[in-house]
């Protein structure tokens, strides 16, 4: 079974447990869970990675870094969670590295993904987000689901742009999320909305 949940935002980055109780649930297997942070999003933000490590103090944690990513080995994590910041960055640098081939391997494997705003957007066909000189860009995801996903959808300017895109290119489906909303694919099908 394939399963991607799909975060807005929430989980451990903002103290919302609910959502990280969620997805531990959906993993088949008792005790304490191999459980992998990719914080390449981020840069690889230090705090960030500490705020992981605590909120699965009670599981096996690790991560990846950027300078790792070719050497990295997936096979014997329980839970992919994969955090927010520059999609396109992290794109970037997974293509770059092969580390998209891996995350494709252990997902037809059954390994849990979960990723919040960058971390949710990157698993969909394409990407639509702001860039550094705060311009909207498109640009391809990773396509393990069909469609597109808008996190953070209640910010004004990134609804208004993320409409006129979405209904321009008319992509389908297109995901639209607040923060704290997320949903829960099983097979590449909607199984649960997080709400």
């Known amino acids: 079974m394939r399963q991607i949940i799909a975060l807005s935002g929430g989980g451990f980055s903002t103290g919302r447990h609910e959502d990280d109780d969620y997805i531990v649930k959906q993993i088949n297997k008792t005790g304490p869970l191999n459980v992998c942070f990719i914080p390449t999003a981020s840069g690889d933000a230090p705090g960030y990675i500490e705020n992981f ?114 209904q321009q290119i008319k992509i389908e489906p297109a995901f639209k999320m607040t923060d704290h909303e997320g949903v829960h694919f099983v097979n590449e099908q909607v199984h649960h909305k997080l709400l």
């Open 53 to 166: 490590h605590q909120a699965f103090k009670g599981h096996l944690t690790s991560h990846i870094l950027m300078r790792d990513l070719s050497e990295a080995n997936l096979n014997k994590q329980d839970l992919i969670y994969v955090g927010g910041g520059s999609t396109q960055f992290m794109l970037s640098k997974w293509r770059e590295t092969g580390f998209d081939v891996q995350l494709k391997e252990a997902y037809d494997r059954g390994i849990v993904i979960a990723g919040i705003s960058a971390g949710a957007m990157c698993w969909f066909e394409e990407c639509f987000s702001e860039g550094a000189d705060e311009t909207w860009e498109q640009y391809a995801g990773l396509g393990f689901l069909k469609g597109t996903f808008c996190p953070h959808y209640q910010e004004g300017k990134r609804q208004l742009a993320f409409d006129q895109w979405s």
